[in-house]
C-alpha cells in the first residue's frame, strides 16, 4: 500500500472517531427527549454506533499491520541495500537543505 493511501485511511480513521463522538454526544444530549419516534431513532443510532465503532477498530488494526509491515520492508531493504539508502538520504537531505535556503 502506497503512504498516500494509508495516509488517507488514517485520516479516515480519525474522521470517523470524532463523527461517532459527536453522535454519541448528540445521543447524550437527547437523552431527555420523549416520543416514540425519538426513541426508536435513538435505538437505531445506538445499533449504527455500535457496529461504526466495530468497524473503526478493525480499520485501525489493518492500519496498523500495514505500517508494521511497510516498516519492515524498509528495514530490510536499508539492511540488505545500506549504501543505496544512505545516498538517498544524503540526497533528500541536499533537497530539503536547498529548499529551506532558498526562503
Not at 49 to 70: F, G, N, T, Y
Amino acid at each position: 500500500m502506497n503512504t498516500t493511501s494509508e495516509v488517507n485511511t488514517q485520516k479516515l480513521v480519525a474522521d470517523l472517531r470524532v463523527v461517532v463522538a459527536d453522535a454519541e454526544e448528540l445521543l447524550r444530549a437527547t437523552a431527555g427527549q420523549a416520543g416514540e419516534k425519538i426513541s426508536v431513532a435513538r435505538e437505531r443510532i445506538q445499533a449504527s454506533l455500535a457496529a461504526a465503532r466495530i468497524k473503526l477498530s478493525d480499520a485501525e488494526q489493518a492500519v496498523r499491520e500495514r505500517s508494521k509491515q511497510a516498516a519492515s520492508a524498509a528495514d530490510e531493504y536499508v539492511n540488505d541495500h545500506p549504501w543505496t539508502a544512505v545516498g538517498v538520504a544524503a540526497g533528500i537531505g541536499l533537497v530539503i537543505g536547498l529548499l529551506i535556503g532558498r526562503r
